[in-house]
Each structure stands twice: as C-alpha cells, then as structure tokens.
C-alpha cells in the first residue's frame, strides 16, 4: 500500500510512518517545508504539503490512502493551540484539512485516516465513559475544529473513498531527536523540584501507529464512515515517577496523587473488536526506563 502522510515529522506522524515502514509499506511524507534528509528510519519520497486552503494540493500520484496526522497550532498546545490566532487556526485546520480530503477524493486516494482527537467530547458528567456513540460537545476551539472535519469528512464517505476517525487521548512515547512529553517533569523531579500530579489518558504512539493501519486494511463495511477511539491507560505524573524511581533509585518525594476515579476514561471496544490490542503497562514501563536511561546519559 502507498500512503501519504501529512504532519509526517511531527510526533504522532513519525509513529505512523514508522509502523507504516515497518509493515512493508510504501509512505510519502507530507511535509510543509524542504529538508535535506527526513527523520525516518528509512528512505521516504516526500511531498509538499500545506493546511492553506488556497495551497496546491500534494501530489497523490499512485496513493492508495491518505492519514490526516497534520495540524497547526502554537508550539506544546493543542487545546488553547490558536493563540492569538482563531481565525488562522480554524482556517488552517478545518478548512485545509476539508480541501486536503476534497482533493484526496478527487486523486482516486481509496482510503483515508483523520487524526481527530478526545477532545471533541468535551466537558461531560464526571465519570462518565466516553464512547464513540455520545454526542460530542466540544468546549475548545480545538475540539470544535476536530469535530468539524470529522463531519466534513464523513459527508465524503462513499465505496471509493472509505473515510475513518481516530479520536486519540495524550499521546506518549521516546523518539529519537524529539523530547518526551515527560521529559522536562522527569528532569524536574531527578533535580529535587517540586512536581505537581496531573491525572490523564495516555496511548503510545506506536499504539495509535498500529490503529491507523488497522483502520487502513480491515474490512471497509467494519469502518466505512465511523469514529474510534484510541487510548490505552489512565495514568498520572504520580504513576510516571513512581516508575522512574523504581528505575534510578531516586529518594525525592513524590508528588501527591490525585483522586482518579472521576476522570472520563475512553471506551475502546469497537477498536479493539477489530483486533487491537495496545500494550498497556508493559509498554508504559519500558518507555519510562528507556527515558530514564536517556536522562541519565546526559552530562
């Protein structure tokens, strides 16, 4: 299969193309700017790619699927990622993104994978488990954005353009090159600094690779047109450096843990009805010492 990917080197596109690679496919990376050398693993063919709807679309030439991972935001913000922007922001990721599935559609792409994100159900009940079939409510320009598209997308579902949503909670996992989400608070706590607890969904990257290509071979009348979403653990800074002191042996005092019963936590029965299975505490573990291992390397 030959998928181009947008948003291809940032976190979760690494992963994507990364698995992707992995599994024997062919991937063109959809990147907004040259580059002398792309940071894969492998040779990617790359293609000019931008969320400005006037932009010429890339070239989907020989594509089989498309994986939506771009968006445009504020650096290290997602939710509140417009700034001082909303109208750019909205421009960028609602519209740039409908014109990229348009012109998809158009190029004879077959299939095609949206990123969306948990934050289209946004404020409910507390407790609450949050399930593909619930009305999304979206309270940030983020989620509304998200939400948007998903529409727009499923109005172009059709036999030869399967369209799928991915509703991805926090997203976690070492890169080679790129910080960890938790690396600053790891940092903060080996220094003796006070860290405060925050309570959170997290899947691994890998994880959430390994639903888009799920989504990308299963069966088109198991996906045609439908949300999932994908999470893995509910977990905490608590948790993160509970593990890393098990790992370095570090005395420091951990942060008081929160209460984590009324947190929403994500149901993922329909995607793991298709065959998914995400790698839970194992994986967390050995992410934490692997970040654990890359801290203490450095001088």
């Not at 991915?166 to 960890?180: I, K, Q």
């Not at 999932?228 to 570090?250: M, P, R």
């Not at 995607?271 to 839970?280: A, F, K, N, V």
Request: contains cysteine.
């Amino acid at each position: 299969m030959r998928v181009l990917v947008s948003g291809a080197t940032g976190i979760v596109g690494r992963f994507v193309v990364e698995h992707l690679l992995a599994h024997g496919h062919e991937v063109v990376a959809g990147v907004r700017s040259a580059r002398p050398t792309l940071p894969f693993s492998r040779h990617v063919e790359a293609t000019f790619l931008s969320l400005d709807p006037d932009a010429t679309p890339p070239d989907f030439d020989g594509c089989d699927a498309l994986v939506h991972a771009a968006f445009q935001h504020v650096p290290g913000r997602y939710r509140g990622g417009e700034g001082n922007d909303p109208e750019g922001f909205r421009r960028a990721n609602l519209h740039g993104s409908v014109r990229l599935f348009e012109a998809a559609k158009q190029a004879g792409v077959r299939r095609c994978i949206f990123l969306s994100s948990r934050a289209v159900y946004g404020r409910q009940p507390d407790g609450v488990l949050l399930a593909e079939d619930m009305k999304p409510a979206p309270e940030s320009l983020y989620g509304a954005v998200k939400w948007e598209a998903e529409q727009a997308l499923g109005g172009l579902n059709a036999d030869d353009f399967v369209t799928a949503s991915l509703r991805p909670t926090g997203v976690y996992g070492l890169l080679p090159d790129l910080p960890h989400k938790w690396e600053v608070l790891e940092q903060d706590y080996l220094s003796g600094r006070p860290v405060e607890d925050r309570v959170g969904t997290e899947i691994h990257g890998d994880d959430l690779a390994a639903a888009v290509l799920l989504l990308l071979k299963t069966d088109t009348t198991l996906v045609s047109g439908r949300a999932f979403n994908a999470s893995d653990l509910l977990t905490s800074h608590h948790d993160v450096l509970s593990e890393l002191q098990q790992v370095t042996g570090c005395t420091h005092p951990l942060p008081r843990p929160l209460d984590k019963s009324l947190f929403h936590q994500m149901d993922t029965s329909r995607l793991r009805s298709l065959g998914w299975h995400p790698g839970g505490t194992d994986r967390f573990r050995a992410d934490i010492a692997a970040l654990a291992e890359r801290l203490m390397a450095k001088p």
